[in-house]
């Protein structure tokens, strides 16, 4: 991490960003490439809020194109590829069956949609779009039979918290520094500078920073850092809308994605996941409450299972749902009627008054183009930063994130590999941990020779290494954060065994304050 020596100009950051999720460790990443001085500060944990709560898709949104939204959805499709590419362990692809029926956009429409879909963004590996005979195709077997066709194309699955966390190692990794459970209080404007006053959210410390340019990338919050830590009185316009998904046990044995629209005309995906699950979303509604205390409500959870059992022959009923996540876009607020119409691309806003210090404030967006998102914000930051021309503008989607450098299509090949060399890893844990880790499985692993070399065993097959590793390397500071963002083993986790990781973790942090 860098250094920051109060009083001298060594302290003064060149861009400062309040927001630890894919947006703000996106533009970090990108900046610090290129060889500006980072700090992003985040007030929880990485991806706490809306880039740990999203379907996980790299897609560009077929239906965003009933809504002529075709920049954001060019500039979406063409981001699959180069997104998978930088990160072939978090991101791969997948094929999602559209079932085809009556009540549905006419056959014409939607093969004209999937022609757009396959033809708009360069598509090199990505298999093409085809029709599907489904009461002839695996696909349709746990549909009902009223279902006999369909169409196919293809998307993305991206681990989006572990894809935040990655942005930020490697942010760091060319000198930015990134502190989370820090928030941000206060930011003015003083001697052509930005002073942030920052609360360590832990320990109540105070912290102050100076910064020549400012990002609000503080996602569900925007309207409260402008409204709370700039003390502007201007309006920020941004539409919370509230989104949920439910998962249940897994509902399907094959590895394709459905989309499915429900009665009301919205769309929505059931998506094989973490092996042994299913996980059905979303919906999206306005919301007026608090974004920290975003919750799937019953009405939801009955809306998620009717509109599933719609499709598939068993019913899916509440009872069923093991888990359930919720959370919050926050939209720009074109001012649309329905929660859905409301746009999804992002809009960046500049303010930069002559001899005062920029700030850049990001409304929406998603995950899937946040590296287009930073690229478009350092473009509109460069006249107010120093020049720093480390790395060429879009070199972020030509380096690998940390432990995706291999061939994106050579993950079976390279897993192979990592079989061979820890073959003391039982198979499904070797698959995890590199679909998590990629190439840095080394650097968990270190100079294991055997199983018991890791630790123990704290639940499912979570070893003390592997919590080490993620306090070490990913900001992990308590067991939520490895169970339910930089992994999803919280759902096969017991309480006792969540006791035992909180511990661990415990001994890990205090470990290294003391180191
Ligand atoms: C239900 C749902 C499904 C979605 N599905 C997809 C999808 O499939 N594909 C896709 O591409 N996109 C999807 N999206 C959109 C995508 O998730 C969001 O656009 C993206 O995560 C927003 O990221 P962000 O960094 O702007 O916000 P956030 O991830 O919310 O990050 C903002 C951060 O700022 C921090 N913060 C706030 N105030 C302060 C402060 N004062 N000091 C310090 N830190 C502060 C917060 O704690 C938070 O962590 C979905 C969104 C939802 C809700």
Not at 450 to 462: E, F, K, M, R, T
Request: charged letters at 25%; proline letters at 6%; hydrophobic letters at 40%.
């Amino acid at each position: 991490m860098s250094s920051n020596t109060p009083g001298s100009d060594e302290s003064i950051f060149d861009l400062a960003i309040i927001g630890g999720g894919i947006n703000g460790c996106g533009i970090a990443r990108d900046a610090a490439g290129r060889g500006l001085k980072v700090f992003v500060c985040e007030k929880s944990d990485l991806a706490s809020a809306t880039s740990s709560s999203s379907t996980k898709l790299i897609h560009g949104g077929l239906r965003y194109l009933e809504y002529y939204e075709f920049r954001l959805v060019r500039e979406a499709l063409t981001e699959r590829e180069v997104m998978w590419s930088v990160a072939p362990h978090i991101i791969w692809p997948l094929r999602f069956v559209l079932p085809h029926h009556k009540g549905l956009r006419p056959a014409w429409l939607l093969r004209l949609g999937l022609f757009l879909y396959d033809h708009l963004g360069g598509r090199k590996y990505l298999p093409a779009t085809r029709s599907l005979r489904l009461d002839r195709h695996p696909a349709g077997a746990p549909l009902k039979p009223i279902y006999t066709r369909g169409f196919e194309y293809s998307d993305c699955w991206v681990e989006d918290a572990r894809l935040v966390a990655l942005n930020a190692r490697d942010a760091v990794e060319k000198g930015a520094e990134v502190v989370t459970r820090m928030r941000c209080s206060r930011a003015e404007r003083k001697d052509n500078l930005w002073h942030l006053t920052l609360v360590d959210e832990r320990s109540g410390a105070p912290r102050e920073i100076r910064a020549r340019a400012l990002v609000n990338a503080a996602g569900p919050w925007v309207a409260d850092v402008v409204h709370s830590v700039l003390r502007d009185n201007h309006p920020a316009p941004v539409r919370l809308v509230q989104g949920s998904h439910i998962v249940t046990k897994r509902l399907f044995d094959h590895d394709r994605c459905y989309i499915f629209q429900n009665s009301d005309g919205r769309i929505f995906f059931a998506i094989p996941y973490e092996r042994d699950f299913t996980l059905v979303g979303t919906t999206d509604q306005d919301y007026h409450g608090d974004p920290a205390q975003v919750k799937i409500s019953p009405a939801e959870i009955e809306y998620l299972c009717k509109g599933a059992s719609d499709y598939f022959k068993k019913p899916i009923t509440p009872d069923q749902v093991v888990w359930s996540y919720s959370g919050v876009r926050p939209l720009y607020d074109d001012g649309a009627s329905a929660a859905q119409a409301a746009t999804r691309d992002y809009v960046l806003k500049l303010d930069a008054p002559e001899s005062q210090p920029a700030m850049l404030t990001v409304y929406g967006g998603k995950i899937t183009t946040y590296r287009r998102l930073a690229e478009s914000a350092l473009a509109m930051l460069a006249p107010h930063l120093p020049a720093a021309s480390k790395r060429p503008i879009g070199w972020t989607g030509k380096e690998p994130l940390p432990g995706g450098d291999f061939k994106m299509t050579a993950f079976d090949a390279e897993l192979a590999r990592v079989k061979e060399r820890y073959s003391f890893l039982p198979d499904v844990t070797a698959r995890r941990l590199f679909r998590a880790y990629g190439t840095r499985i080394h650097d968990l692993i270190g100079t294991a020779k055997q199983y018991p070399d890791l630790g123990p065993v704290l639940g499912a097959d979570l070893t003390e290494a592997e919590v080490r590793y993620l306090v070490r390397a990913e900001w992990a500071m308590t067991a939520e954060d490895i169970l339910w963002r930089r992994s999803k083993l919280g759902l096969r986790l017991s309480a006792q065994e969540v006791a035992a990781v909180q511990e661990c973790v415990a001994r890990a942090l205090a470990e290294r304050q003391a180191a």
